[in-house]
């Protein structure tokens, strides 16, 4: 299929597809996070701490159990492994994570066109990576998901600073190939 031209690509794709997608994603990345957070817990010695969490404990009170160098870790691990998730697989013959291949979805340039590894890790910093900085993310985030519900392209802020799209699929089926 010839991506050359907007007219000949999918619809853009709204704020709640997208939002399914990325809940989809979150799942998929949760598994191998818990995976190395269980295996760092252990190598770090604090399993015990880790099975005594309890909901509702406050931050403070999980910062002091594991410390500051299990959380920057966990958080590095976190945001390296999502950066080669979204980039990868954005910038790979697929165009779309796990979440939005399933829905139908792909990234694109402005012009339909795959992406590079470079532009989709631009997009990845552009967005879920500045949506960790705190107390800057959290509104980072809500700029972000308004500007996917309401811009003409459908456009999230971090797809405007990479100049990038999320399409969806023409009626090809959702797990075919886009190229």
């Known amino acids: 299929m010839n991506h050359g031209s907007l007219s000949d690509t999918g619809r853009p794709a709204g704020f709640w597809l997208r939002f399914a997608a990325a809940v989809i994603d979150l799942v998929v990345l949760a598994v191998p996070f818990a995976v190395f957070v269980s295996f ?17 404990m406050p931050p403070s009170e999980v910062l002091m159990r594991f ?6 870790i966990s958080l590095g691990f976190f945001i390296v492994l999502s950066w080669a998730y979204f980039a990868g697989l954005e910038s790979s ?20 066109r795959r992406v590079t590894f470079a532009r ?5 910093l552009g967005g879920r990576f500045l949506a960790h ?3 800057f993310g959290f509104y980072y ?7 996917a519900g309401f811009t003409p392209r459908k456009r999230a802020l971090h797809d405007l600073l990479a100049g990038c799209l ?3 699929q023409p009626t090809t089926g959702c797990l075919t190939p886009i190229e």
Do not use: N, Q
């Not at 013959?93 to 339909?112: E, M, N, P, Q």
């Not at 989709?120 to 990845?124: K, M, P």
């Open 166 to 168: 999320v399409l969806r």
């Open 133 to 135: 900085v705190p107390p």
């Open 67 to 72: 410390g500051p160098r299990f959380l920057y």
């Open 141 to 147: 985030f809500l700029i972000d998901c308004v500007c």
């Open 40 to 56: 760092l817990s252990v190598g770090m010695r604090i399993s015990k701490d880790f099975l005594d969490l309890r909901p509702g």
């Open 93 to 112: 013959s697929w165009r779309a994570t796990l979440g939005k291949r399933v829905l139908g979805l792909y990234v694109a340039d402005s012009h339909g």
């Open 120 to 124: 989709a890790s631009g997009r990845f």
